[in-house]
């Protein structure tokens, strides 16, 4: 594709409920980045993927936090039992590499939790 | 452990009067340091990636300029649309594959 697509762009669910967030990197992108944007924060640093493989999940907030890539290609976070403080933008990115290539991100998906 | 510092927090220009915008950084080794825009309810939109001390890069209004310790994002002339967050990055070689964000500089742009 032309850039990196997530979906959905919002969703809104009721606390305790899991979610699933989509990220579509740019085709030929072997690494793959999650972040989590509060309002008026900075980017908070997720987990990331080099293939199919997740070597550092140190940024993952919880247990509750999941995510998979598969294909080296699509990749999902999945959030269980849902709770208001994980009301942010989570945003996705991939690179060439991991090796200081250029970050592209996608427009991020709005989650609120109410 | 790399560290970026942005400065300043937030910037209020008239329409045609240039500045710039610092990031200062520490990283053991420079892989490379990327300047980004992000608009409100947006994702970062990548702007310019730099790789050694003394390049520089332009687009538009926009300069990036590096040294070892900081980079310059130079704005000549800035317009209302210019008016966004500019966010600095690092990638350094320590051994991390994680860039290091720095929070954003929140520009605003009179007409």
């Known amino acids: 594709g032309a850039g990196v697509s997530q979906s959905p762009s919002n969703k809104v669910t009721e606390k305790g409920k899991d979610v699933e967030l989509r990220c579509d990197p740019i085709?030929?992108?072997?690494?793959l980045y999650w972040y989590r944007q509060r309002l008026g924060q900075g980017l908070e640093f997720l987990i990331y993927?080099?293939?199919?493989?997740?070597?550092?999940k140190s940024g993952l907030p919880s247990d509750r936090f999941s995510a998979e890539r598969t294909g080296e290609s699509v990749s999902t976070l999945t959030i269980q039992r849902t709770q208001q403080e994980d009301s942010a933008v989570y945003l996705c990115?991939?690179?060439?590499?991991?090796?200081?290539?250029?970050?592209?991100f996608g427009p991020g998906t709005r989650l609120t939790v109410l | 452990e790399d560290q970026v510092t942005q400065s300043p927090e937030a910037l209020r220009l008239q329409e045609g009067e240039s500045s710039s915008l610092n990031c200062s950084y520490t990283?053991?080794?420079?892989?490379?340091l990327f300047w980004y825009r992000q608009d409100p309810g947006k994702g970062p939109e990548f702007l310019f990636t730099?790789?050694?001390a003394g390049e520089e890069k332009e687009k538009e209004r926009l300069k990036a300029t590096l040294t070892k310790k900081e980079s310059f994002l130079h704005i000549t002339a800035p317009k209302p649309e210019d008016s966004a967050t500019y966010l600095c990055?690092?990638?350094?070689?320590?051994?991390?594959?994680?860039?290091?964000f720095g929070r954003g500089t929140s520009l605003i742009v009179h007409p």
């Open positions: 993927f080099q293939g199919n493989s997740a070597p550092d």
């Open positions: 990055a690092v990638h350094g070689s320590g051994g991390s594959y994680i860039p290091t």
């Open positions: 085709s030929g992108h072997t690494a």
């Open positions: 990283v053991s080794g420079l892989r490379g």
């Open positions: 730099l790789y050694s």
């Open positions: 990115a991939s690179s060439l590499t991991t090796g200081g290539d250029t970050q592209y």
